[in-house]
């Protein structure tokens, strides 16, 4: 896999706003900053390759570049509208852009590396509020149960959009923390250094 650093990831968000900014992308796009020591060390302490799957949502674009899409590809993929939901089955790495959706295709795809004896893991990545979800919920529990090559990748920047996610359900911390399915998932906290959407501006075309 190319080594891939934190500036990497930064000056990709970057160029990617800028283009947003002068109304050439013609498609939502969620850029995020802050994470990228997180990702980084995740990606390096799980030894993340090319037998693994990835799998994430609307703001995956740090992770296609950590799973190996060259930036190239990457940006051009972005240009044709489908940042958000980001697809290069040759890398392994799928995207959607619906909330919980994805979750139980991880568990599939584990089960079948799992039962079909083939090498590789899978690693699914999501928010906060993603991860109190119900299908969240029940996937975590599927794969503890089944003791599945999987691994939940929690990014918590403590809003959905700009709803706390916190007073939403009355409780300080995650479901999971403190529970036996924990050893599941990766949890951390950051702050996201661009708005949910776009970049906080109104653009015209
Ligand atoms: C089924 C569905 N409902 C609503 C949305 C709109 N939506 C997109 S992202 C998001 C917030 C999710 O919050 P979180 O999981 O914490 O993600 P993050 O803040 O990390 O982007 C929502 C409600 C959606 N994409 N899909």
Redesign the pocket.
Known sequence: MPTVTKEDLISFEKEIADIFKSGQLRAPV?LRAGREDELIRIFEEHNIGSDDYVFG???SHELALLKGVPRQELKDSIMRGNSIALCFPEYKILCS?????LMGTAVGTAWSLKNLGKPGRVFLF??????ETGIFHESVKYAYNYDLPVTFIV???G???MTD?REVWGCPDPWFQGTKYAEKIIYFRYA?GFP??GIGKLIKF
């Open positions: 969620h949502f609307w703001d852009g619906i909330v919980g959706s999501c928010g906060d509020m993603s991860s990014g918590d920047n809003v959905s959009v996610t996201n949910h959407s």
